[in-house]
């Protein structure tokens, strides 16, 4: 009942100091976002309607003596409107809008639009890497300091060393335009997100974004595993009459999997999350994708919107890791103190 106690308390402090956390991270986004010149180019079509909203949003007022009849508003101001405008009922655009990407439209619909691809790929190269990479380390930890084990052990460095994006245009090249065996691209989503077509042309950012986390589980699972099955305890299970396939499998991968479980927590959350060079590489209409796209045509709340959604994702994935640690192994306590 205390343990249980303690583990609620240090949630909820972890809680607390992941919302203060993320506040001030929002805060600095925003002054410094916001400071950034926002020129009426930036809002191209109807301007007055440009400049309705922006008066709506509270990031500028009319102002007669001005060239265009309005004026920005003071960054503070701005920041006391924006908190203001979240929780006023029947505000279309809580977020602000889009100026560029889609045309007055709010970030957050616009954000969601781009999950599908960002989700399938994540959750495909997840689904073979977990897997392929544990079950990689495995054969190399009991096969350590064999040939085997020291050729393994020099293919995952060379993985771990060399970016995802390098392969990512390795792929493409020899896989889509030498070989031509699959799209160079991603298929248009008009032909379902399940269809033959588009699980084809995903197969090459797939195999882009799983070598490194294949390599990545490899490595940890092989360290894990090794240091396990030199312990006293296995020397123990193997005295009582165990067989070392007996005890690897009862004891030595079950000890071993405390601090990889964490790992596979981390990478079901980064689902939602995408990747910035991969996306764009093999043109697919993702989250990462969205956020380049968001600052090179300068669409200044699409960008804070995603940003602080990039924010709110690694704040609550090392919130889950650290939590599962004592859910694992009943050992850790979390919010102990040393005797």
């Known amino acids: 009942m205390r343990e249980t106690k303690q583990t609620l308390i240090y949630i909820a402090k972890r ?26 180019e930036l809002g191209t079509g109807d301007m007055e309607v440009f400049y309705i909203r922006m008066v709506a949003q509270g990031r500028m ?35 602000g809008m889009s100026y560029k990407i889609e045309k007055w439209a709010s970030p957050v619909d616009i954000l969601f639009s781009r999950m599908p691809p960002t989700i399938l790929i994540n959750v495909y190269s997840m689904i073979i890497a977990i897997p392929v990479g544990i079950g990689l380390g495995i054969y190399m930890a009991l096969k350590k300091n064999k040939w085997q084990d020291q050729l393994l052990s020099v293919l995952v460095m060379l993985v771990i060393s060399v970016p995802s994006f390098v392969y990512a245009f390795v792929f493409q090249y020899l896989f889509g ?10 298929a248009s989503s008009s032909f379902g997100w399940f269809s033959p077509q588009m699980t084809l042309s995903l197969i090459l950012p797939v195999m882009s974004m799983c070598v490194g986390s294949i390599a990545g ?29 007996q005890a690897t499998v009862r004891h030595a991968l079950r000890n071993s999997m405390v601090p990889i479980f964490p790992m596979i927590l981390g990478e079901i959350i980064s689902v ?31 960008f804070q919107f995603v940003a602080m959604f990039y924010v709110a994702i690694g704040l609550i994935g090392t919130l889950v890791v650290d939590v599962s640690y004592g859910l694992v192994d009943p050992r850790i306590r979390m919010g102990g103190k040393k005797a």
């Open 217 to 245: 589980f490899a490595r940890y699972t092989r360290a894990e595993l090794t240091e396990v099955l030199t312990s006293d305890f296995m020397l123990l299970a193997r005295t009582k009459g165990l067989t070392r396939a």
């Open 61 to 95: 007022r009319k102002d007669p003596s001005s060239p265009t009849g309005y004026s920005m508003v003071p960054i503070l101001e701005q920041l006391w409107n924006f908190f203001a405008n979240l929780f006023k009922p029947g505000n279309e655009f809580p977020f």
């Open 15 to 40: 809680l607390a100091l992941m919302v203060v956390t993320f506040i001030a991270i929002f805060v600095i986004c925003f002054v410094l976002i916001r400071l950034l010149p926002l020129t009426p």
């Open 272 to 302: 939602l999350s995408g990747s910035l060079v991969i996306e764009n590489v093999f043109s697919v209409n993702g989250v990462g994708a969205l956020y380049v796209e968001s600052i090179t045509t300068r669409d200044y709340d699409v």
């Open 177 to 186: 335009y030498v070989w031509q065996i699959l799209p160079p691209t991603r």
